[in-house]
């Protein structure tokens, strides 16, 4: 009786170790195949001039990337496509992500337009450049650049002339990073911005922030939109020969600290 349930005991773990083997082994083949799948939808992308179809690759990349969008987020990607199907400046990207690949690789081969990403952080920097290599997309391009807070907002300390030059759309995604981050990009490259451009910015303080931002478009003839106030998402264009005029913002001007007039 006593080895009867002695090994009924030991079928009974066994029988438990082998399902977790097995188990593991579905999420090893599941984590494969999603591996598989991203890389076919990066190849999609290189080239890739359907528009409608780059938007659905994208969506369908960030998907299987981890990062599944969701009707906001996905709403700021397909505006940055759309937008960016339009440009024949270069873009600038603040802080990496697989947005900064997405447009690198619609891109490759239009000698037109490049994309330039400035990122502080060495992990992903090396991932999106690993990315970059490892798909031939020869039009983008990552820049480390250490961050420091200065007259309050989060400034990326790189040269001006280690810029590109005619800076046609920005795409502003520096979510956490720190106070002021949209607006410390735009004060960053504003030297560089072409005579047209757009900007787009996601998550911004519509109290803090938001107010200031208005305030530097304004200054530099530009129209100030905000797309979603729930996401923080904002709008800011530049085009010749259209009318600019005050956006309308209902949230009072907060005033404006001396360190940013001095920088902007």
Not at 4 to 19: A, G
Not at 90 to 117: H, M, P, Y
Not at 191 to 219: C, G, N, Y
């Amino acid at each position: 009786m006593l080895v009867r349930t002695w090994r009924t005991r030991r079928v009974t773990v066994l029988s438990k170790f082998t399902q977790k083997i097995r188990f593991k082994s579905r999420d090893d083949q599941t984590d494969v195949e999603r591996m598989l799948k991203m890389h076919k939808c990066a190849e999609k992308l290189v080239g890739n001039s359907d528009r409608e179809d780059t938007e659905a690759l994208a969506v369908e990349l960030y998907q299987h990337w981890g990062d599944a969008l969701d009707e906001t987020r996905e709403g700021f990607v397909k505006s940055c496509l759309r937008e960016f199907d339009t440009q024949k400046g270069n873009v600038l990207l603040s802080s990496a992500s697989l947005l900064t690949f997405i447009l690198g690789a619609v891109s490759e081969g239009d000698k037109q337009r490049r994309v330039w990403c400035l990122e502080h952080d060495a992990h992903w920097t090396n991932t999106i450049r690993n990315w970059i290599s490892r798909f031939g997309v020869n039009g983008a391009y990552v820049i480390r650049a250490p961050i420091a807070v200065i007259g309050g907002m989060v400034r990326y300390q790189i040269m001006t002339r280690h810029l590109p030059k005619n800076i046609s759309m920005v795409v502003c995604e520096r979510t956490g990073a720190a106070p002021g981050a949209t607006l410390s990009t735009l004060v960053t490259v504003a030297p560089h911005l072409a005579d047209d451009f757009t900007v787009f910015a996601r998550r911004v303080d519509l109290h803090a922030e938001a107010p200031l931002i208005k305030r530097w478009a304004m200054k530099h003839g530009a129209n100030f939109v905000i797309v979603d106030a729930k996401e923080g998402f904002l709008r800011i264009s530049r085009k010749e020969g259209a009318a600019h005029g005050r956006a309308v913002f209902n949230i009072a001007d907060a005033p404006e600290p001396e360190e940013i007039k001095a920088t902007a």
